[in-house]
């Protein structure tokens, strides 16, 4: 029993080391150009990834949010966020009209089969997720609450 319990607490410590990396996975961009989500890592730059739809009212006050401390981002830390669209083909004729409405200043893409949403295990949105430089997600956030934007921004400081 001892060498059991020796066992699966070795197990979970190396369990519990395990980093999660960011998948390659084909997204598209407004333009309708596929790019791999791997394009999103240059080896220097953490990175945010936003989950959104344009019927979800909490996605779009989290990337107005977002938006609105761009400035101080690019001062404090040379983060890039980008907005992964997983609206379906129902919904994705909205995408560009809601762009239209937020003037957001950063890179935004669809999702379109939601392969990048399936790979990352995704259930509720909006979810956000910090990419270190490496290409390591090093934190999630699930759901919007006003402030998780500062948050962000104090964890991006120590990437």
Known sequence: MRQLFCFLLLFQFLQGGAQEQLPAVTVKSTSGKEITTQSFLDGNTPVVISFWATWCKPCLQELDAFNDLTETWKKETKARIIAISIDDSRTASGIKKTLGLHDWSFDVFWDE???????????????????????????RYTAYIPGNEEKVLDLLKTL
Do not use: S, W
């Open 113 to 139: 089969n939601q392969e990048f949403k399936r790979a990352l295990n995704i259930t509720l949105i909006p979810h956000t997720i910090v990419v270190d430089k490496k290409g390591v997600i090093v934190k």
